[in-house]
């Protein structure tokens, strides 16, 4: 029997659903961030990201770059095995003691990268719950889902964020105990959960509750604790998974919680026993990210500045912006052939890089393109940005909106 | 309702079964590998490091630091993103080069850990494959049975490393494919898989074949490339999987293949899909520790040398050491009280640092330490290792086989 044919095949589908995707090539530079060369068989050029998870720039911050080295020269690369075996090391302890501080909660435990954070941390403490009921938001993340699958608990979807839908779904299943999972901050609609609500809820019904704050810390709150922090419920939920690897520009995931709780993840989760720890020098970094996030507010400002004129400008265009009250900046494209085409003119014309999401993300024959306007985007990269998309929208004959007011 | 209690209760019965670890917290000191400095409540003090899987000291090693803050000087410390939402960054692209050349395959694919390797790609390769039966043996590692667990295909358990077991098995389902998982070295035994026979087997019953060589990478074969390579078998298995994070030094995992497999795995994984990319610094220092490897004989050399010698040592002071045909060096324990203690002691009284493996890896009531010489371990180191167990066996009346052989 051959087999790879099976492979060939499913290949062969996403072709012929024109969900097949490659990755451009991009070689970020920490001293021009967010330029980039672009390497394709082309050849290479410079181009402008607007697409990326590095929000505040931290990746190239020099207290995060200077970390790394430091620690890479003190204890050198990898961390020698998983825990148990070789032993902690110990800027893991202390990231693990800012997260704890960062969230206010009594101990954070850190895995390789948020999508193992949730994955592991959902299955542990749900299997740790005897007949525990998970009810999810319908839109949260793959990881949140995958760990949801592993635990093998039953689950109920909530319509997304959707609290009356919740609250039936809680009033339904009074005898039992009930783990709430949900993100503050879906970077899909670019919308916020109704937080506090939830609180609420979780705790008339005796609920638990499990909050992804990745695309919210280090840049929402006090100290970039998150949107929880911002709304002053925090300290209301049980559970909260961040992550290393968007706003803090380094890799790997975390829970914050008790100390009982942090524990026993620690000592059950398989997807955390079974795994070589984090490097010290990627720990080493992330503390220094975290540390200066707690402390300075120009990058979360600069974003913040950076994001309202994009929408400003790119509104006043007549482009076809959702309305989010984030930093995420979704452009709707309501014919997914083009949505792929305006990303490839963008990149390839005018040296901008922003990703198109399809089908299976997006409903079928419907795009959206991604923009992540980041802290260290200038006034002219905003300018040059939307006088890019209105030229692609011309081009491809995509409807412009009229406006009537000026860009703010 | 309250759900501490839940997770104080798994603690209490992780007590009770004497399950309940704590993880040393150690500063290994790139300079001085293997020594380390020993963080505990009663201070800080030098040891020597006897486990690890830094096995080659690699993540030391001044070309694979030097890899890494060049890297993180140029391009920052984070990938910014997934693959598909940021663009792949150039070392890592570079690296998957690298690592198909190493295996002699056409492609390879980088995940964030060894365990997500495993867990993403054979879930997927198994979910692509319809009506696939996996035959996997009895000792594979959590990462391999956990991607199983998770493609829903049927499995089938062969005893281990037992090929007339297994060709029973693929004899009783002739007219489906068939998916045989397996690892080259398994590290409990330290034992070596008959990997011709199994590819004899494949061939026969139409099998495909899935190998990790985790333990085996950087340290056996031509180039490093790992048991399969050293007997001449390579080119007959399908997937080679590897670990960027033991003898490499570094963090990551991969997988090794056809263009086909390797491209719909790339497509279709959501464990490789949604994740942040591996930072570039690390993928630079993994690049440089494979490159190294693979001109460089010397640090393999080094560290069958000092295996020989532990082996011989400590067999020559009577101590039950388990016969290995690999640089994985148990020493048997019949209590596994005892066990716990002497790696108390050893740690304590005499500076070095050695894991004690219990149950459940080990059966109830038995203990083994592990030993990992590596390149970088003196003579002396090994006569303090020797002197310190024997000492220890006989503060706890363990018995001590007489031997007649002197030390070699």
Not at 107 to 130: C, D, E, H, K, M
Not at 306 to 313: D, G, P
Not at 324 to 346: F, M, Q, Y
Request: glycine letters at 8%; charged letters at 20%; a neutral charge.
């Amino acid at each position: 029997m051959t087999y790879d044919h099976f492979f060939a095949e499913a290949l062969m589908r996403l072709h012929e659903e024109r969900r097949y995707r490659v990755s451009a090539e991009m070689e970020r530079l920490a001293g021009r961030c967010p330029s980039a060369i672009w390497h394709s068989s082309q050849g290479s050029k410079p181009v402008v990201m607007w697409c990326s998870t590095d929000y505040l720039g931290m990746s190239r911050h020099p207290k995060v770059v200077a970390a790394m080295m430091v620690t890479a020269i003190n204890t050198g690369v990898g961390a020698g095995g998983t825990r148990n075996f070789a032993g902690t090391n110990r800027p893991l302890v202390e990231l693990e003691c800012g997260l704890a501080d960062l969230h206010g909660k009594a101990a954070a435990l850190v895995f390789t990268s948020g999508y193992v954070s949730n994955q592991s941390a959902i299955s542990t403490i749900a299997r740790l719950i005897p007949d525990c009921l998970i009810l999810t938001d319908a839109f949260n993340h793959d990881s949140l889902n995958e760990g949801i699958r592993q635990s093998g608990a039953e689950k109920q979807i909530w319509h997304h964020n959707d609290v009356a839908h919740l609250e039936r779904l809680l009033a339904a299943a009074p005898n039992r105990p009930k783990l709430i999972v949900f993100e503050s901050l879906y970077s899909m609609d670019g919308d916020i959960a109704p937080i506090a609500v939830i609180c609420d809820l979780a705790e008339r019904y005796g609920a638990m509750t499990y909050c992804d704050e990745s695309h919210a810390v280090g840049m929402y709150g006090p100290r970039g604790a998150g949107v929880a922090a911002r709304e002053g419920v925090m300290h209301r939920i049980d559970v909260i998974e961040g992550t290393l690897g968007k706003a803090f520009g380094c890799i790997g995931g975390y829970i914050a919680g008790t100390h009982n709780l942090i524990d026993a993840v620690r000592s059950q989760a398989p997807g955390f026993i079974f795994t070589s720890a984090l490097p010290p020098p990627i720990c080493a970094a992330a503390i220094a990210a975290i540390q200066h996030l707690k402390e300075s507010e120009k990058e979360r400002e600069q974003q913040q500045k950076c994001v309202a004129r994009v929408k400003a400008f790119l509104s006043a265009a007549g482009l076809p912006l959702m309305a989010t009250a984030t930093h995420i900046v979704p452009v709707t494209v309501d014919d997914s052939a083009k949505c792929r085409l305006a990303g490839e003119l963008l990149l390839r014309d005018y040296g901008i890089y922003v990703q198109p999401v399809e089908f299976p993300t997006m409903a079928k024959g419907s795009g959206r393109l991604y923009i992540t306007p980041t802290s260290l985007h200038t006034d002219d990269m905003v300018v040059a940005l939307a006088d890019a998309l209105v030229d692609v929208w011309k081009r491809l004959e995509l409807p412009l909106r009229l406006q009537m007011r000026a860009a703010a």
